[in-house]
């Protein structure tokens, strides 16, 4: 080895005709990149740099300027095994497919006599929201080793664990992650548990009475009541010493389990001590979470596994501080945190309403390069913006005819196709307010970011109700194709017939030849970007509730 000094390289130069790899920094003070208060990396766009100094559309709004957090890669829902790749798994499925239709027997078997028995457990029970009697619980027993077989059947044939469940009048809570259907049949083997599960579970054939024979607690996650209701249960049953521990997956849905997404709070509403577990499942050629991708052909990849690895860790129980003055939030924060540690995982702000959008991105086949760009880390958009999961897929529901690339970036002129506007100076501030990066193009966080932010804005709503005023003529109560054309001609102008009917079309749900006020704001609502193009009418006006004059010079 040559002697080196200080000042000598470690590594001696390449040959001149070796390939360089030149990175070019551009100092761009259009965009500015910062952290926010929270600590979330985020683009910011204000109406005095973005673009060339292009005007903020909706300043009139009290609006000073559009901040997007830059978008994460991880995807928590992705099957990483989701195709059949290598001879080595093509050879085991073909020697395994003999073993799987025993498999299979065995696991309509153990489901059948299962159901039966729990039929049996629950014929003339009346009162169910009592305690089970212990004479029934043991009939359950019978389910409860049925549960075990299917487990086999499965090829678990043993399953480690390490730790145990703690006593139940120390922890009546539970709380695991989730990454298979496989924790459920488990947890109702090794403890019985009360489950918090959806409403739609119900109706599953033979699961929906096996699961409530658990009493479970069902909650419809879209309905305020619904949970509300679920977590008056949850502490009524926790504090009952005659039920079983309360079983929850506080993160809603199944992930691929490299990541813990976000938690729900209602195992933490309560306030009682819970028990954290860990799921893991080692493997090398097949994953067995139940991500994106359909049951059958998980059930079909675990059949035709040797043997299916699963790991079951009981954590030290969590519990309040002495003095009980901490929030619910931060109780889940610690325990997703304890439970983030033992896995050894990045902890992300998904939810289930990010699954929502990545299915419904793909009921449009469309060829994705990364399906994460339509994942937006549902749980920060909700304390950011209010809005729903809901309400964020309607509004990828207007991206999505917007006719993206498989990048997930749509451009101008789709963006106007789509909003019916015509190319002009205030079609492209619109544009520009969202194009928070200056690359042309916007993705549908970006999207969805800029229509909540004007949506969401304190003077929206009076903002569309003196628009609505400002296009009506005489003593109406509705806007005709004229009166509309007219008002919308003060921001777009040199509009044909076509064009504007094509505009005055988007707002006339009843295809009657007027627009009412319902209409109106029901439209501004789903497209509160075309709020901008009534600036004009709104110059002079008092918009704001106290009749402070925020629109003085709109032009």
């Known amino acids: 080895m040559a002697d080196h000094d200080l000042t000598s390289p470690f590594l001696s130069p390449p040959p001149s005709d070796h390939p360089y790899l030149i990175l070019t920094i551009q100092d761009d003070t259009d965009t500015e990149s910062h952290h926010n208060h929270n600590g979330i990396h985020t683009h910011q766009s204000t109406s005095a740099d973005h673009h060339h100094h292009s005007r903020n559309p909706f300043a009139f709004l009290g609006s000073d300027g559009l901040t997007v957090p830059v978008s994460t890669t991880a995807d928590p829902f992705r099957n990483h095994t989701l195709e059949i790749t290598g001879i080595y798994e093509w050879l085991k499925i073909g020697i395994c497919l003999p073993i799987a239709l025993v498999r299979l027997v065995l696991f309509g078997a153990s489901l059948l006599i299962g159901f039966l028995a729990t039929k049996l457990a629950l014929q003339g029970w009346k009162d169910k929201k009592s305690p089970m009697p212990r004479w029934r619980c043991r009939i359950m027993w019978i389910t409860r080793v049925c549960t ?19 006593p139940r009048d120390i922890a009546p809570i539970v709380v695991s992650n989730h990454v298979s259907f496989i924790e459920p049949i488990f947890y109702f083997y090794e403890l019985f548990p009360t489950i918090v599960a959806s409403e739609s579970h119900d ?90 991708i359909s049951l059958a052909k998980l059930m079909f990849r675990m059949f035709t596994q040797f043997h299916n690895f699963m790991e079951v860790e009981y954590l030290s129980v969590v519990s309040l501080f002495d003095n009980k003055k901490e929030s619910a939030t931060h109780f889940s924060e610690r325990t997703s945190h304890a439970i983030a540690t033992a896995l050894n995982v990045v902890q992300t702000s998904h939810s289930y309403g990010d699954l929502m959008l990545l299915m419904k991105a793909s009921q449009l086949k469309l060829k994705l390069e990364q399906p994460s760009v339509y994942m937006v880390e549902m749980a920060s958009v909700k304390s950011l913006l209010h809005i729903s999961s809901m309400e964020a897929v309607d509004f990828l529901d207007k991206f999505l005819c917007m006719n993206p690339d498989p990048r997930g970036h749509v451009h101008y002129h789709d963006f106007l196709r789509v909003l019916r506007l015509k190319a002009c100076s205030y079609s492209k501030e619109i544009f520009a307010f969202m194009d928070v990066e200056r690359n042309g193009v916007i993705t549908f966080k970006q999207f969805l970011f800029g229509s909540a932010h004007v949506v969401k804005r304190p003077l929206f709503r009076r903002a569309c109700e003196l628009a609505f005023s400002e296009c009506v003529s005489g003593e109406n109560d509705y806007v005709s194709e004229q009166n509309f054309g007219e008002s919308i001609g003060h921001a777009i102008p040199d509009l044909n017939e076509d064009e504007v009917r094509g505009l005055f079309n988007l707002f006339d749900s009843d295809n009657d030849g007027r627009i009412s006020k319902e209409d109106f704001l029901t439209c501004l609502r789903k497209n509160p970007l075309l709020i901008a193009v009534f600036s004009p009418c709104l110059l002079n006006k008092d918009i704001s509730e106290d009749g402070n004059r925020l629109v003085e010079e709109i032009v």
């Open 148 to 166: 075990r077989c299917i487990l086999f059947a499965f090829g678990y044939h043993w399953i480690r664990r390490k730790g145990k469940p703690a």
């Open 203 to 292: 109706s599953l054939p033979f699961v929906g009475t096996i699961i409530r024979a658990m009493q479970v607690i069902y909650v419809n996650r879209f309905s305020a009541s619904s949970r509300k209701h679920a977590v008056s249960e949850i502490k009524r049953k926790a504090s009952c010493g005659r039920f079983p521990r309360v079983l929850l997956f506080p993160e809603g849905t199944t992930t691929n389990g490299r990541y813990l997404i976000s938690f729900e709070l209602g195992a933490f509403i309560p306030g009682f001590a819970v028990q954290p577990v860990v799921v893991r499942y080692p493997h090398v050629h097949f994953d067995q979470s139940w991500g994106h």
